[in-house]
Nanobody, 123 residues
Framework: QVQLVESGGGLVHSGGSLRLSCAASGFFLDEYAVGWFRQAPGKEREGVGCISAGAQTSYVNSVKGRFTITRDNAKNTVYLRLDNLQPEDTAVYYC?????????????????WGQGTQVTVSS
């Protein structure tokens, strides 16, 4: 079965850190760009950042300098490191394959979503 499974969420205090994992099964993730998205209660899902097949990264302004996306192709996994978390980062976080244009990833998904992983930041 082809799928991406998110894990690693939890409850942290403001200023804390987490590392989320996005593990692929049924296909080789190294050929694909992967994006991270999040959806807070009552809000639409929004892009957070992405990593191309060649490991170039891109982030939205609200998380630049705090979030870091990496990939370990040997483990068929992409990671999202979240540092200096704030209450407004509270959301369900999702990973999915995204488009790649001119070797750079773009936050355009293909409509396939997993269960996500909950991140809750207390003040």
């Amino acid at each position: 079965q082809v799928q991406l499974v998110e894990s690693g969420g939890g409850l942290v205090h403001s200023g804390g850190s987490l590392r989320l994992s996005c593990a692929a099964s049924g296909f080789f993730l190294d050929e694909y760009a992967v994006g991270w998205f999040r959806q807070a209660p009552g809000k639409e899902r929004e892009g957070v950042g992405c990593i191309s097949a060649g490991a170039q990264t891109s982030y939205v302004n609200s998380v630049k300098g705090r979030f870091t996306i990496t990939r370990d192709n040997a483990k068929n996994t992409v990671y999202l490191r979240l540092d200096n978390l704030q209450p407004e980062d509270t959301a369900v976080y999702y990973c999915t394959s995204v488009a790649e244009k001119w070797s750079s990833c773009v936050l355009e998904d293909f409509g396939s979503w997993g269960q996500g992983t909950q991140v809750t930041v207390s003040s």
